[in-house]
C-alpha cells in the first residue's frame, strides 16, 4: 500500500514532503506526515486503527469525533476566560476531502489523520517532583474536561477492561487447568503470590462495590495515564495535553489516579528483578496528587475523594494479577522476552502494592490535606 497516496486523501494544506514512522506505541502503525508550502510547515499524525485490539475502529472514530468536540468546545470556552497559566491543547481530527473522519484502505483498515501537539513531548518515566506535577495537572484537566460528558455518547472499545473481579474470574479458571496449577506446584514464588491474591480478594473489588452503592458514579476516564502519555511543553515545562485517546471509556477516574500513581511512583519500574529497588516515591506521589487536585479539585465529590487510597492501591494489584495470571496461562497475552518474565512482572507490581499498604496512614493523610 503506498501511504503517500493514502495520506494525501486526507484536507492538509501544503505538499508532502516526507512521511515516516514514529513514536514506540505497542497498538495503531504510527506515521509522522510532513506537508510544506511556501510558507508554512504542517505536520500531522496518520494512524491505522488496530482491528486486532479494537474490534470495531469505527466505532473508536465516532468515540473520538464527540470526545474532541466536547473537549474542543470546553477549551476555547476557557481560553476567553484567560484564567488558565497555560494553553491547553488537544489533537484535532484532520477530515478526508470528502469531510469523513477516516479512511479506507483496499483492504478494509481504518486510517485517520490527527495534529500533532507541536513543541512538546513525553518522557517514559518521571523526572522529577516537578514532572510529576504537571503530569498529575494534565490528568486532572483531562478528568475536568470530560467530567460533564455523557458516557452514553462513547461506546466502550475495551469491555471489561480495569475490571477487577473479572481478572479474578479469568485467573480462577486459569487454575482450573492442569498445566497452570503445574506451573504454580513448580515454584515457591508462584505458591507465594497465589497466596497474596487470596489475601486481598476483597479488597480487589472494593471500588466495584462502592459504585454499586452509589457512592461512586461513572464519568470519563483516559484508560492509559502512562507518562508517555502526558505532553510537557518544551519551553515552560507545564503539562499542555493527554494524547492516545482511543481507550477513553465510561467508568471510574480512579482508575487513571491509581494506574498514573502506579507507573509514576514506582521509579525502578515493571521489569525490575532486584525486588529491592522496587519502591514508592512519596514525593513524586505528594506532587503527582498536588498537580492532580489543583485540575481536578472542583468537581471531585467527597465520595470521590475518600476512596482514591483505595484505587492507588488497587491498580498495582490488578496489574499483577493479569501478569500472574497469563504467566500460570503460558504467556499468552503479555510478550515476554524469557522464560519467567510475567511472574517476575507480578512480583513487581505486588511489592508495590506492599509498599503503598505500609504507607496507608500517610498516604490518607497526604490525601486529606490536598
Known sequence: MDLSILVNQFNVKGRLVTLVPFGNGNINDTFLAVFRNTFTETQVILQRVNRKVFTQPEAIMRNMHNLTLHCHEKLEADAKKGSDDRVWQMPRIVKTKEGADYATDAGGEVWRVITRILSAHAFDTAQSPEHALECGAALGHFHYLVSDMDPATIIDPLPGFHITSGYLANYDATLQ??????????????????????ERRDFAVSLERAEQRGELKKRMFHGDPKVNNIMI??????????????????????????????????????????????????NLFQAFMRGYMKEAGTFLTDGDRAYLYDAIRLLPFELGLRFFQDYLAGDKYFKVRQPGQNLNRARVQFRLCEAIEARERSIRDMLAKL
Open 177 to 198: 487447568n492442569a498445566t497452570a496449577r503445574e506451573i504454580l506446584n513448580a515454584s515457591m514464588e508462584a505458591k507465594r503470590l497465589a497466596q497474596y491474591v487470596e
Open 233 to 282: 511543553d518544551d519551553f515552560t515545562g507545564k503539562g499542555t495535553a493527554m494524547i492516545d485517546l482511543d481507550t477513553v471509556s465510561p467508568g471510574l477516574i480512579h482508575l487513571d489516579v491509581g494506574d498514573a500513581v502506579r507507573s509514576i511512583c514506582n521509579p525502578a519500574g515493571e521489569e525490575e528483578l532486584n525486588l529491592g529497588k522496587v519502591s514508592f516515591d512519596e
